[in-house]
Protein backbone atom coordinates (compact mmCIF):
# COMPACT_ATOMS: atom_id res chain seq x y z
CA UNK A 1 0.00 0.00 0.00
CA UNK A 2 1.12 3.22 -1.15
CA UNK A 3 1.78 6.36 1.68
CA UNK A 4 -0.55 8.10 0.11
CA UNK A 5 -3.43 5.61 0.33
CA UNK A 6 -2.08 4.64 3.66
CA UNK A 7 -3.16 7.88 5.41
CA UNK A 8 -6.58 8.88 3.37
CA UNK A 9 -7.74 5.51 5.00
CA UNK A 10 -6.48 6.23 8.42
CA UNK A 11 -7.92 9.80 8.19
CA UNK A 12 -11.15 8.01 7.49
CA UNK A 13 -11.33 5.81 10.41
CA UNK A 14 -9.83 2.54 8.63
CA UNK A 15 -12.06 2.09 5.77
CA UNK A 16 -15.67 2.07 7.40
CA UNK A 17 -15.27 -1.54 9.04
CA UNK A 18 -18.42 -2.70 11.02
CA UNK A 19 -17.66 -2.10 14.80
CA UNK A 20 -20.12 -4.86 15.68
CA UNK A 21 -18.60 -7.30 18.97
CA UNK A 22 -20.82 -10.36 18.70
CA UNK A 23 -20.38 -11.98 15.37
CA UNK A 24 -19.63 -15.62 13.97
CA UNK A 25 -15.98 -15.26 13.46
CA UNK A 26 -15.15 -13.12 16.39
CA UNK A 27 -16.79 -16.02 18.50
CA UNK A 28 -14.27 -18.59 16.69
CA UNK A 29 -11.72 -16.25 17.99
CA UNK A 30 -12.97 -16.54 21.16
CA UNK A 31 -12.88 -20.31 21.19
CA UNK A 32 -9.15 -20.35 19.81
CA UNK A 33 -8.51 -17.89 22.48
CA UNK A 34 -9.52 -20.40 25.23
CA UNK A 35 -7.87 -23.22 24.04
CA UNK A 36 -4.23 -21.07 24.64
CA UNK A 37 -5.00 -21.93 28.74
CA UNK A 38 -6.08 -25.39 27.92
CA UNK A 39 -3.14 -26.22 26.10
CA UNK A 40 -0.43 -24.66 28.59
CA UNK A 41 -2.27 -26.62 31.38
CA UNK A 42 -2.32 -29.70 29.53
CA UNK A 43 1.21 -29.90 28.47
CA UNK A 44 3.29 -28.13 31.41
CA UNK A 45 0.31 -29.87 34.20
CA UNK A 46 0.11 -33.40 33.75
CA UNK A 47 1.70 -33.45 30.80
CA UNK A 48 -0.65 -34.88 28.71
CA UNK A 49 0.82 -34.81 25.29
CA UNK A 50 -1.68 -36.57 23.12
CA UNK A 51 -4.29 -34.16 23.93
CA UNK A 52 -2.09 -30.84 24.15
CA UNK A 53 -1.51 -32.14 20.45
CA UNK A 54 -5.27 -32.32 19.39
CA UNK A 55 -5.97 -28.64 21.24
CA UNK A 56 -3.04 -27.46 19.48
CA UNK A 57 -3.55 -28.52 16.16
CA UNK A 58 -7.40 -27.44 16.17
CA UNK A 59 -6.62 -23.91 17.75
CA UNK A 60 -3.26 -23.78 15.34
CA UNK A 61 -4.59 -24.79 11.78
CA UNK A 62 -8.10 -22.97 12.26
CA UNK A 63 -6.29 -19.50 12.01
CA UNK A 64 -8.02 -18.79 8.35
CA UNK A 65 -11.83 -19.72 9.96
CA UNK A 66 -12.70 -16.49 11.48
CA UNK A 67 -11.53 -14.53 8.51
CA UNK A 68 -12.94 -16.84 6.07
CA UNK A 69 -16.11 -16.83 7.67
CA UNK A 70 -16.32 -13.28 8.25
CA UNK A 71 -15.75 -12.64 4.29
CA UNK A 72 -18.36 -14.90 3.46
CA UNK A 73 -20.77 -13.40 5.48
CA UNK A 74 -20.21 -10.22 5.20
CA UNK A 75 -19.63 -9.87 9.05
CA UNK A 76 -16.29 -8.30 8.81
CA UNK A 77 -15.47 -6.03 12.20
CA UNK A 78 -12.81 -4.02 13.74
CA UNK A 79 -12.85 -5.90 16.79
CA UNK A 80 -12.11 -8.96 14.16
CA UNK A 81 -9.34 -7.02 12.50
CA UNK A 82 -7.68 -6.88 15.90
CA UNK A 83 -8.66 -10.00 17.31
CA UNK A 84 -7.55 -12.74 14.77
CA UNK A 85 -3.85 -11.87 14.36
CA UNK A 86 -3.37 -11.17 18.48
CA UNK A 87 -4.82 -15.00 18.79
CA UNK A 88 -2.31 -16.15 16.23
CA UNK A 89 0.49 -14.34 17.91
CA UNK A 90 -0.70 -15.37 21.35
CA UNK A 91 -0.47 -19.30 20.01
CA UNK A 92 2.52 -18.83 18.43
CA UNK A 93 4.38 -16.58 21.74
CA UNK A 94 2.41 -19.15 24.13
CA UNK A 95 3.38 -22.84 22.43
CA UNK A 96 6.96 -21.65 21.69
CA UNK A 97 7.56 -20.75 25.72
CA UNK A 98 5.83 -24.13 26.53
CA UNK A 99 7.62 -25.64 24.11
CA UNK A 100 10.85 -24.76 25.19
CA UNK A 101 9.79 -25.43 28.83
CA UNK A 102 9.49 -28.77 27.93
CA UNK A 103 12.61 -28.85 25.57
CA UNK A 104 10.93 -29.35 22.38
CA UNK A 105 12.21 -26.41 20.77
CA UNK A 106 15.41 -25.07 21.47
CA UNK A 107 15.66 -21.74 22.99
CA UNK A 108 18.21 -20.44 19.84
CA UNK A 109 14.94 -20.71 17.61
CA UNK A 110 12.71 -19.20 20.10
CA UNK A 111 15.21 -16.64 20.68
CA UNK A 112 15.15 -15.76 16.74
CA UNK A 113 11.01 -15.34 16.99
CA UNK A 114 11.25 -13.20 19.77
CA UNK A 115 14.01 -11.14 18.42
CA UNK A 116 11.29 -10.69 15.58
CA UNK A 117 8.62 -9.67 17.69
CA UNK A 118 11.11 -6.96 19.36
CA UNK A 119 11.89 -5.83 15.70
CA UNK A 120 7.86 -5.09 14.72
CA UNK A 121 7.43 -3.24 18.18
CA UNK A 122 9.95 -0.84 17.38
CA UNK A 123 8.24 -0.05 14.28
CA UNK A 124 5.11 0.25 15.81
CA UNK A 125 6.47 2.75 18.80
CA UNK A 126 8.29 4.80 15.63
CA UNK A 127 4.30 4.62 14.06
CA UNK A 128 2.81 5.86 17.12
CA UNK A 129 5.14 8.54 17.42
CA UNK A 130 4.01 9.49 13.68
CA UNK A 131 0.45 9.72 14.63
CA UNK A 132 0.51 6.37 12.84
CA UNK A 133 -1.22 2.76 13.81
CA UNK A 134 0.10 -0.58 12.79
CA UNK A 135 0.42 -1.29 9.26
CA UNK A 136 -2.18 -3.61 7.47
CA UNK A 137 -1.43 -7.43 7.66
CA UNK A 138 1.18 -8.87 4.57
CA UNK A 139 0.33 -11.77 3.06
CA UNK A 140 3.45 -13.53 3.76
CA UNK A 141 3.26 -12.65 7.76
CA UNK A 142 0.07 -14.74 7.36
CA UNK A 143 1.52 -17.12 5.27
CA UNK A 144 4.65 -17.93 7.98
CA UNK A 145 2.03 -17.67 11.06
CA UNK A 146 -0.06 -20.39 9.46
CA UNK A 147 3.56 -22.33 8.83
CA UNK A 148 4.73 -22.11 12.59
CA UNK A 149 0.99 -22.90 13.98
CA UNK A 150 0.89 -25.84 11.64
CA UNK A 151 4.53 -27.10 12.71
CA UNK A 152 4.71 -26.44 16.54
CA UNK A 153 1.36 -29.62 17.16
CA UNK A 154 3.79 -31.83 14.59
CA UNK A 155 6.98 -31.33 16.64
CA UNK A 156 4.70 -31.91 19.96
CA UNK A 157 3.82 -35.04 18.11
CA UNK A 158 7.29 -36.42 17.54
CA UNK A 159 8.06 -35.67 21.39
CA UNK A 160 4.83 -37.72 22.29
CA UNK A 161 4.82 -41.23 19.88
CA UNK A 162 7.87 -42.56 19.48
CA UNK A 163 6.31 -44.52 16.51
CA UNK A 164 5.61 -40.78 14.79
CA UNK A 165 9.01 -39.58 15.92
CA UNK A 166 10.76 -40.35 12.65
CA UNK A 167 8.51 -38.88 10.21
CA UNK A 168 6.98 -36.15 12.48
CA UNK A 169 10.40 -34.55 13.68
CA UNK A 170 11.72 -33.69 10.42
CA UNK A 171 8.15 -32.76 8.77
CA UNK A 172 8.10 -30.55 11.35
CA UNK A 173 11.36 -29.14 11.73
CA UNK A 174 10.86 -28.80 8.09
CA UNK A 175 7.73 -26.39 8.96
CA UNK A 176 9.57 -24.30 11.63
CA UNK A 177 12.68 -23.24 9.48
CA UNK A 178 10.27 -22.54 6.46
CA UNK A 179 8.40 -20.28 8.59
CA UNK A 180 10.53 -18.65 10.62
CA UNK A 181 12.75 -17.49 7.64
CA UNK A 182 8.93 -16.42 6.12
CA UNK A 183 8.52 -14.77 9.65
CA UNK A 184 11.65 -12.47 9.10
CA UNK A 185 10.99 -11.98 5.52
CA UNK A 186 7.69 -10.33 6.52
CA UNK A 187 9.17 -8.33 8.91
CA UNK A 188 11.96 -7.08 6.65
CA UNK A 189 8.98 -6.17 4.17
CA UNK A 190 7.18 -4.38 7.04
CA UNK A 191 10.30 -2.14 7.91
CA UNK A 192 10.81 -1.37 4.57
CA UNK A 193 6.67 0.08 4.62
CA UNK A 194 7.46 1.70 7.76
CA UNK A 195 10.61 3.59 6.22
CA UNK A 196 8.53 4.30 2.97
CA UNK A 197 5.89 5.94 5.02
CA UNK A 198 7.93 7.66 7.69
CA UNK A 199 10.24 9.19 5.09
CA UNK A 200 6.96 10.24 2.79
CA UNK A 201 5.26 12.08 5.54
CA UNK A 202 8.05 13.60 7.70
CA UNK A 203 5.58 16.08 9.30
CA UNK A 204 2.90 14.35 9.85
CA UNK A 205 0.82 15.69 13.08
CA UNK A 206 0.64 13.22 15.87
CA UNK A 207 -3.23 13.90 17.27
CA UNK A 208 -4.40 11.90 14.29
CA UNK A 209 -7.75 11.41 15.40
CA UNK A 210 -8.67 7.86 13.69
CA UNK A 211 -5.09 5.61 13.28
CA UNK A 212 -5.13 2.82 11.41
CA UNK A 213 -5.18 -0.04 13.73
CA UNK A 214 -4.75 -3.02 11.70
CA UNK A 215 -2.29 -5.38 13.29
CA UNK A 216 0.90 -6.18 11.67
CA UNK A 217 2.11 -9.05 9.49
Known sequence: MSSAG?????ENGGG????VVFTIPNLISFVRLLGVPLFLYLLLGPE????A???????????????YVARRLGQVSRLGELLDP?????????????LTIRDVVPWQFTAALLAREVVLLGCLALLRRQGYGPLPVHYVGKTATFIILAAFPVLLLAEASAGAAPIAFPIGWALA????????????????????????APGRAVNDKNPRTTNPL
Open 6 to 10: YSATA
Open 16 to 19: GEGS
Open 48 to 51: ADGA
Open 53 to 67: VVVLAIGGTTDWVDG
Open 86 to 98: AVDRLYILATLIA
Open 177 to 200: WWGLVLYWVAAALYVAQVATLLRA
